[in-house]
Nanobody, 128 residues
Framework: QVQLVESGGGLVQAGASLRLSCAAS????????KGWFRQAPGKEREFVAA????????YYADSVKGRFTISRDNAKDTVYLQMNSVKPEDTAVYYC?????????????????????WGQGTQVTVSS
């Protein structure tokens, strides 16, 4: 079964750091753009960050720019999201995504509709 498997979520206090990981299972996603999206209760899923195949280009939502960093290790076929200085408004289920389109397209307003593969999600809760 082809999967993207997230890990690293949890409950943290505001201002803390957290690192999410997303590993491939069942097939390789090395040649795919990878990214992170999130969905808060009662809200639509939204773009967080994307990274190109070789990791040379990254894109971020304005709400996380300067606090979150996306990276990837193609040897491990894994993508990471380093979350620093987290805020209560970062509370959401975080989803890993893989897409054959370029990273810039994943970051575009309609990019969420073209994602080829989704992970099952990992909960991040930030307390104030």
């Amino acid at each position: 079964q082809v999967q993207l498997v997230e890990s690293g979520g949890g409950l943290v206090q505001a201002g803390a750091s957290l690192r999410l990981s997303c590993a491939a299972s069942g097939r390789t996603f090395i040649g795919y753009t990878k990214g992170w999206f999130r969905q808060a209760p009662g809200k639509e899923r939204e773009f967080v960050a994307a990274i190109s195949v070789l990791g040379s280009s990254t894109y971020y939502a304005d709400s996380v720019k300067g606090r979150f960093t996306i990276s990837r290790d193609n040897a491990k076929d894994t993508v990471y999201l380093q979350m620093n200085s987290v805020k209560p408004e970062d509370t959401a289920v975080y989803y890993c995504a893989a897409d054959r389109a370029i990273a810039q397209q994943m970051a575009a307003p309609r990019g969420i509709h073209d994602v080829d593969y989704w992970g099952q999600g990992t909960q991040v809760t930030v307390s104030s």
